[in-house]
């Protein structure tokens, strides 16, 4: 049975738990977390927030409910929020931030999911009594659409830095705040200093079933903790799945740059395949995007990778992606190019 499972190249949420993760899980301390009982909760979130550099944090069920806790408590009724056209918390949250928060999008087209600096200042709202006020920006480091690439620190530093002077939030939606870390070669904590709050998940490379971690101030995370529970995301024994969260930060974070080495594997593969068109240079972190010289082929070059045991993805029309992740190891990555060198014929 073993041998038939596919290279499951579609996303890093796909991992299952390891053996080791299991059993930290098996073995994990648990008490009523909204009652503020459960030891390896509280671990995890003082673990989280101190990689980050931060003073709090709190566990959340999804990264798509720790964007929207902080989306709530920066971002009041009717203001603006400024996002990139492409990034998570706009295009694939399903309108969550105009559903719990009530408020709108001001949608701006980065490059390479990159917002320029004079983009974000010159959208955010002068303070007059006809503009909605802007009250938070977002950034997502790496960005997952434009295919896990690095916002760079010094650029990054320099859009907090505008949005800051106009006293607007800067809350980072850092899904793979470790990968950008490791491609970058800095620490998370740099990664993530500057913003206001920053979410990252532990459910995507880390390798844990569930859950993500929402950091800030110890004052603002408070607040969180009750809109949590407003939304639903106060649990209970969950301890159970902290563990696998505190696992993967101790054991699974210095392996990313594996995965990004088998990512630049692949890249280098099918930069030399006709059908697809890919500069393997701009492979930073762990996905692979590659665009298609001819998209009406996308269905049935994803058929033959799926009829040799790979699994890839459609992304949107004209891009099929890999990447790579905790299952993936070198065997994984050389039957992977083996399948996609029979696409030459
Ligand atoms: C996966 C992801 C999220 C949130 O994920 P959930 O599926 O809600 O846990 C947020 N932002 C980015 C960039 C992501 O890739």
Known sequence: MEMRM??????????????????????????????GEDPTVRRLEEVAAGRLGFEAGLFVPTGTMGNQVALQLHAPRGTDVIVEADCHVYRYELGAMAAWSGVLPRVLSGRGGRLELDQVSSAIAPDTDYLAPTSCLVLENTH???????????????????????????HLDGARIFN??????????????????????????LGAPV?????????????????????????????????????????????????????????????????????????????????????????????????????AIAMGPDVIRFVTHLDIDDASVETAVAALRKLRV
């Open 6 to 35: 596919p290279i499951d190249l579609r996303s890093d949420t796909v991992t299952r738990p390891t053996e080791g993760m299991r059993r930290a899980m098996a073995c994990a301390e648990v008490g009523d977390d909204v009652f």
């Open 211 to 311: 859950g993500s971690v929402l950091v800030g101030p110890a004052g603002w995370i408070a607040q969180a903790r009750v809109v949590r529970k407003r939304m639903g995301g106060g649990m209970r024994q969950v301890g159970i799945l902290a563990a696998a969260g505190l696992y993967a930060l101790e054991h699974h974070v210095e392996r990313l740059s594996d995965d990004h080495r088998r990512a630049a594997r692949l890249a280098e593969e099918i930069g030399g395949i006709d059908a697809f068109v890919l500069d393997p240079s701009t492979v930073q972190t762990n996905m692979v995007s590659v665009g298609l010289r001819r998209p009406d082929e996308q269905s049935v070059l994803l058929k033959r990778l799926d009829d040799a045991g790979v699994l």
């Open 144 to 170: 997952n659409h434009a295919g896990g690439v690095c916002i760079d620190l010094e650029h990054q530093r320099s859009l907090i830095a505008a949005a800051h002077r106009q006293g607007v939030k800067v």
């Open 180 to 205: 950008a870390a490791a491609a970058l070669g800095v620490t998370a904590a740099d990664v993530a200093a500057g913003f206001d709050s920053v979410m990252f998940c532990l459910s995507k490379g």
